[in-house]
């Protein structure tokens, strides 16, 4: 079992996109109110006195869309400054990329994931749930600015639909073949939009690595990431291609992180309620750090129960909560 030293912290749960797998246009969200939110000195002393102290050492930052809190530059110098950071990273929809990369690099975020499914403008519009002007080419932007100051590794993720942009998974790999990105395709998941899941299906990784063998050949890479991706390569290419399986495969073995979110619950599992504790309100009543760091503890030695008891019950239909809401 790996050790568990990795949170994703979403800071926000609303977003300025309606992604048609994530938040669907005219499905109600139960979005938190501002006074539940955890504030920034909650947040920065639950890291501190509680988090740190129990081992963890990795913090990604994400929503909802994260770049939408209002003082996300100052959260991430502070989180960056804590000695024992050993990596800060964020997952964001690169709508803001273009204004905020270089604030964001000088304030100490140095690995960046931006979501972008596909290349084609229109599309980007139906998935994204947007009616007016395409924003496709700001995120585009918001990718080459985040590049250009630094990011690296600067990854792309890619959920995969069947019939919405399955057809652009070669286009999206070629992507690694010029330039050093790594572009990580993500199992559609049956959470946030049962609907649309029902109605499309999902593709697997192994279908998606047999149609990018056929055009180039694909070596396993050296390159391992710290987290679920199994990670290949066009055999010459600058980047690299992740699979993320969590639909076709089982790596609960393999996972290494909790959630927070963003008023204030620790969960130990992405595909499970469980266990879970609501870390703001026993601050704000008064629980003390020693006690909570208790309670985190207790999770964590719980952790590898409930990741498989879940799996073994199936893992469809299950969901009361949306990705943006969990803090994907
Ligand atoms: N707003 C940011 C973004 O889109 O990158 C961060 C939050 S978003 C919830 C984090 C990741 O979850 C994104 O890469 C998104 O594509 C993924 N995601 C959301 N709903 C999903 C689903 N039903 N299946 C698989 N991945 C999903
Ligand atoms: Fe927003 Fe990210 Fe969910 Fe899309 S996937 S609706 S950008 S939170």
């Known amino acids: 079992m790996n050790t568990v030293d990795y949170l994703r912290i979403s800071l926000i749960d609303r977003c300025n996109f309606r992604c048609q797998y994530c938040m669907p246009e005219g499905v109600e969200i139960d979005y938190i109110f501002k006074q539940d939110l955890l504030t920034d000195n ?91 002007r395409s924003r496709w080419q700001l995120v585009w932007n918001g990718i080459q600015a985040a590049y250009e100051v630094g990011f690296d590794p600067l990854k792309i993720n890619v959920v995969v639909i069947p019939g919405v942009n399955d057809h652009e998974v070669l286009d999206l ?85 909790m ?8 969960r130990p599992c992405l595909l499970n309620e469980m266990g879970q504790i609501d870390l703001k309100s026993s601050l704000r009543n008064g629980v003390s750090v020693g006690e909570l760091r208790q309670q985190v503890e207790y999770l964590l030695g719980l952790k590898p129960e409930i990741n498989f008891k879940q799996r073994e019950s199936g893992t469809t239909g299950i969901y009361s909560r949306t990705m943006s809401q969990i803090g994907g």
């Open 42 to 132: 909650e947040l920065l002393s639950l890291l501190k006195d509680v988090f740190i102290p129990v081992g963890f050492t990795r913090f990604r930052l994400t929503g909802g869309e994260p770049l939408l809190r209002p003082d996300v530059i100052d959260l991430v110098e502070a989180i960056a400054s804590f000695p024992e950071t050993k990596d800060l990273s964020m997952t964001t929809n690169g709508f803001l990329l273009s204004k905020m990369a270089k604030d964001l690099y000088q304030a100490g975020l140095r690995r960046i994931n931006i979501s972008l499914d596909t290349l084609d403008s229109d599309t980007f519009n139906l998935i994204i749930g947007n009616k007016g």
């Open 173 to 257: 790999a070629a992507l690694t073949i010029g330039r050093n990105w790594h572009i990580r395709f993500i199992e559609f998941m049956p959470i946030g939009n049962d609907k649309l899941f029902d109605n499309r299906g999902w593709i697997s990784s192994e279908e998606l690595r047999q149609r990018i063998r056929e055009k180039w050949g694909l070596t396993e890479s050296f390159v391992r990431g710290n987290g679920p991706a199994d990670i290949f390569q066009i055999p010459g290419a600058k980047g690299t291609l992740g699979f993320i399986s969590q639909m076709s495969e089982c790596f609960c073995d393999r996972c290494n992180r």
């Open 259 to 266: 959630r927070l979110s963003a008023d204030g619950w620790l």
